[in-house]
Nanobody, 122 residues
Framework: VQLQASGGGLVHPGNSLRLSCQAS????????IGWFRQAPGKNREGVVF????????IYANSVKGRFTISRDNAKNTVYLQMNDLKPEDTAIYYC????????????????WGQGTQVTVSS
C-alpha cells in the first residue's frame, strides 16, 4: 500500500494550490481519507477528513471555507484544493487513509503519504 502526496510548492498569500494523494494497493473509495499538516515546531494537526465518498467532510475551523477535499474514484486519488492561502498555512501536508470511522486522530489512520511541503510567503 502506498499513498503518494504531491502538489505542494511556494505561493504568495491569497493564491491557491491543489494537493493530490494517489493511492496504490488500496481502493480509496472504500476508505476514510484525511489531510493533516505539520508546521515547523508544531504538532501535526488535522485539516479535513472524509469518511465516505458521499459523506460530508469535516474541516478544521482554520481552513473552513478556503479548503475543499474531493475524490476521483476512477483515478484512486484524493485532492485538497486550497484557496486564499495564508502564511499560517505553511506546513508539510500529509494524506492518510483508514477505516470510514476516521477523524482528526492520527492513530485512526492505517496508511500515510510521505508529505508535501506548502510554503506561503510574500
Amino acid at each position: 500500500v502506498q499513498l503518494q502526496a504531491s502538489g505542494g510548492g511556494l505561493v504568495h498569500p491569497g493564491n491557491s494550490l491543489r494537493l493530490s494523494c494517489q493511492a496504490s494497493g488500496l481502493t480509496l473509495e472504500r476508505h476514510g481519507i484525511g489531510w493533516f499538516r505539520q508546521a515547523p515546531g508544531k504538532n501535526r494537526e488535522g485539516v479535513v477528513f472524509s469518511r465516505t465518498p458521499d459523506g460530508v467532510p469535516i474541516y478544521a475551523n482554520s481552513v473552513k471555507g478556503r479548503f475543499t477535499i474531493s475524490r476521483d474514484n476512477a483515478k484512486n486519488t484524493v485532492y485538497l484544493q486550497m484557496n486564499d492561502l495564508k502564511p499560517e498555512d505553511t506546513a508539510i501536508y500529509y494524506c492518510g487513509a483508514g477505516w470510514p470511522s476516521i477523524g482528526f486522530i492520527e492513530s485512526e489512520y492505517d496508511h500515510w503519504g510521505q508529505g508535501t511541503q506548502v510554503t506561503v510567503s510574500s
